[in-house]
């Protein structure tokens, strides 16, 4: 039935009975509420793009509940979903176009390529599929993450768990840096390594494994130990710097080098069975490392997990939040741990935050 009376509207239009109707009212509006991804095979010509969950934006940005609105999704349940709610709110000329796109598209009715469409495959939209599905992440967000460059100093207890993270999720180039082997005592907390690895050089076995994880992601190996000579050339592109290392001179490098390129640091750290991560980026207002610590601690005081020890798990809880702070700076979603330090207490079960500021007299003040 085509809608000609317009004070009964019908909860429901067939396809063919949208696009009569469409062609016979170029004022109506067709709404489209699919996620972004789903996009990638077209959208019906003019529509306007508004994902399920942000429908109630309907109601603030458009002022004439009495014009006729075309709401139609994948298959025709979500958009009926929203039609009823935009009948609970005023729009009695809500429709949903029952069948959706899939049925509008199969019986040959125009349709309109969007400009970002093509930015994704088919692989890649199915892979990312749980993330491109979430409003604060999206077709946006999954775009960043693939045109993003990612150092992470020290492929170990937190650089593995980061590291598989992070290509997992689609971050474009990992930039792995460390001239370690694997020994035998690294393999309960450095997961990506098996006992045959025991003596080989960590980042080629790294890259390997990340590689065949996600074929997508470029891994650029360096095999060796970050240092003043090289620094500088190492974090020349990248996006942001994962500090994954074990010693503090090598994180005071990383944290001075990063400062004066502008590059945020995404800092994480272990002891016996507590963790920290914070992100240090004082050119958005945040502290750097020598705001905490001024000069390099004296090493005879700060012994590693060899001496001291550390529970096998703790470094990959701590990694994982790592690689969500990356996430969360290269989507630019959410509230990144910046002036503010997160300390995971394994053995208590219990997390606590605390603020950090900026020294007045640091160098990265001036």
Same mark, same amino acid.
């Given at each position: 039935?085509?809608?000609?009376?317009?004070?009964?509207?019908?909860?429901?239009?067939?396809?063919?009975?949208?696009?009569?109707?469409?062609?016979?009212?170029?004022?109506?509006?067709?709404?489209?509420?699919?996620?972004?991804?789903?996009?990638?095979?077209?959208?019906?010509?003019?529509?306007?793009?508004?994902?399920?969950?942000?429908?109630?934006?309907?109601?603030?940005?458009?002022?004439?509940?009495?014009?006729?609105?075309?709401?139609?999704?994948?298959?025709?349940?979500?958009?009926?979903?929203?039609?009823?709610?935009?009948?609970?709110?005023?729009?009695?000329?809500?429709?949903?176009?029952?069948?959706?796109?899939?049925?509008?598209?199969? %019986?040959?009715?125009?349709?309109?390529?969007?400009?970002?469409?093509?930015?994704?495959?088919?692989?890649?939209?199915?892979?990312?599929?749980?993330?491109?599905?979430?409003?604060?992440?999206?077709?946006?967000?999954?775009?960043?993450?693939?045109?993003?460059?990612?150092?992470?100093?020290?492929?170990?207890?937190? $650089?593995?768990?980061?590291?598989m993270y992070l290509a997992s999720g689609g971050v474009g180039?990992?930039?792995?840096?460390?001239?370690?082997?694997?020994?035998?005592? %690294?393999?309960?907390?450095?997961?990506?390594?098996?006992?045959? *690895?025991?003596?080989?050089?960590?980042?080629?076995?790294?890259?390997?494994?990340?590689?065949?994880?996600?074929?997508?992601?470029?891994?650029?190996?360096?095999?060796?130990?970050? *240092?003043?000579? %090289?620094?500088?050339?190492?974090?020349?592109?990248?996006?942001?710097?994962?500090?994954?290392?074990?010693?503090?001179?090598?994180?005071?490098?990383?944290? *001075?080098?990063?400062?004066?390129r502008g590059i945020p640091v995404v800092h994480g750290s272990?002891?016996?069975?507590?963790?920290?991560?914070?992100?240090?980026?004082?050119?958005?207002?945040?502290?750097?490392?020598?705001?905490?610590?001024?000069?390099?601690?004296?090493?005879?005081?700060?012994?590693?997990?060899?001496?001291?020890?550390?529970?096998?798990?703790?470094? $990959?809880?701590?990694?994982?939040?790592?690689?969500?702070?990356?996430?969360?700076?290269?989507?630019?979603? $959410? *509230?990144?741990?910046?002036?503010?330090?997160?300390?995971?207490?394994?053995? $208590?079960?219990?997390?606590?935050?605390?603020?950090?500021?900026?020294?007045?007299?640091?160098?990265? %003040?001036?």
């Amino acid at each position: 039935m085509t809608p000609n009376d317009m004070d009964a509207f019908p909860e429901e239009l067939s396809p063919q009975q949208v696009e009569e109707w469409l062609r016979k009212n170029p004022g109506s509006v067709a709404l489209d509420v699919r996620e972004e991804f789903e996009l990638a095979d077209g959208i019906l010509p003019g529509a306007l793009h508004l994902p399920l969950s942000r429908v109630p934006e309907v109601t603030e940005s458009m002022s004439h509940p009495d014009q006729p609105l075309i709401v139609y999704c994948q298959h025709g349940i979500r958009s009926l979903q929203a039609t009823r709610y935009l009948r609970q709110q005023g729009w009695g000329r809500a429709t949903s176009m029952s069948g959706g796109f899939v049925e509008w598209i199969s %019986n040959g009715h125009p349709i309109q390529i969007p400009e970002t469409a093509s930015e994704l495959d088919d692989e890649q939209r199915e892979r990312y599929a749980s993330q491109l599905v979430l409003p604060e992440f999206g077709m946006t967000g999954q775009q960043r993450l693939l045109k993003s460059r990612v150092m992470i100093v020290g492929v170990g207890g937190l $650089g593995c768990p980061a590291a598989m993270y992070l290509a997992s999720g689609g971050v474009g180039t990992l930039r792995l840096v460390d001239d370690d082997v694997v020994s035998r005592s %690294n393999l309960p907390r450095q997961i990506i390594y098996k006992s045959r *690895d025991v003596g080989e050089l960590k980042v080629p076995l790294a890259a390997s494994q990340l590689r065949a994880m996600n074929p997508g992601v470029t891994v650029e190996e360096h095999v060796l130990r970050l *240092d003043t000579s %090289n620094v500088m050339d190492l974090i020349e592109d990248v996006d942001v710097i994962v500090d994954a290392s074990d010693n503090f001179p090598t994180r005071f490098l990383v944290s *001075d080098a990063a400062r004066n390129r502008g590059i945020p640091v995404v800092h994480g750290s272990v002891h016996r069975f507590e963790g920290m991560v914070t992100v240090f980026d004082p050119q958005k207002g945040g502290p750097c490392l020598r705001c905490l610590h001024p000069t390099v601690p004296d090493p005879d005081l700060c012994q590693g997990c060899a001496e001291t020890g550390v529970l096998g798990v703790l470094p $990959g809880m701590v990694g994982m939040y790592q690689s969500t702070e990356v996430l969360k700076i290269l989507a630019q979603m $959410g *509230d990144p741990l910046l002036g503010r330090l997160l300390t995971i207490d394994a053995i $208590g079960g219990k997390s606590r935050e605390y603020r950090l500021n900026k020294a007045q007299d640091c160098v990265c %003040n001036h």
